[in-house]
């Protein structure tokens, strides 16, 4: 890890390598109670809905949740010229093995074999799990300004959902309140 990165920033970046990343996808939890579950058929059905509307919105289960947080950590990199910082944040996260989606593909695959619906394209190319990558920036970057701004935890606080391997795929509700949708 650079030396630019803090300690904390450098753990969570190493953490990231052995992430099961995917692997509990539509699994039960004990916290189900308290979320909102979806499965892959609502998964698929929104996103060949999105097809459909050449103005669909792959981030509509969040709102502007994801943008409102990250223009507050986006502020303070650039109010305090952290730009080699994020750069080498970005650079990191770039290089990431996301060969997890891998055993996600397959499975899909094993489930759907042929065109989802009619949409004339396969589940697995209904599916981006690059937004992923969105939410280990968007940790970083928590991580990184922590120091100036401790109170920006949005993303550091949907992670625990990622490194145990589910999707978090939207909040329902006012933030914080509300629910997590999870698929």
């Known amino acids: 890890m650079s030396q630019v990165f803090s300690d904390k920033l450098s753990f969570f970046l190493a953490s990231l390598e052995n992430t099961p990343w995917l692997t509990q996808v539509g699994q039960p939890t004990a916290e189900d109670e308290n979320l909102i579950r979806i499965d892959y058929n609502f998964v698929l059905n929104h996103n060949a809905g999105l097809i459909e509307q050449s103005d669909g919105n792959e981030y509509e289960y969040w709102g502007d949740l994801l943008a409102k947080a990250e223009m507050k950590f986006e502020r303070i990199i650039f109010d305090n010229d952290l730009l080699d910082e994020q750069t080498a944040i970005n650079s990191f996260i770039d290089k990431l093995k996301t060969d997890f989606k891998d055993k996600f ?21 209904l599916i981006n799990p690059y937004l992923i990558k969105r939410f280990i920036r968007g940790t970083a970057f928590e991580i990184l300004v922590s120091e100036i701004d401790s109170s920006l935890t949005f993303f550091q606080n949907l992670m625990p959902w990622l490194k145990r391997g589910h999707w978090t795929y939207g909040w329902q509700g006012e933030f914080p309140q509300g629910k997590l949708i999870l698929w």
Not at 105 to 124: I, K, N, V
């Open 105 to 125: 593909y397959d499975d899909l695959l094993d489930e759907f074999e042929s065109y989802y619906g009619d949409t004339y394209t396969y589940a697995h190319e």
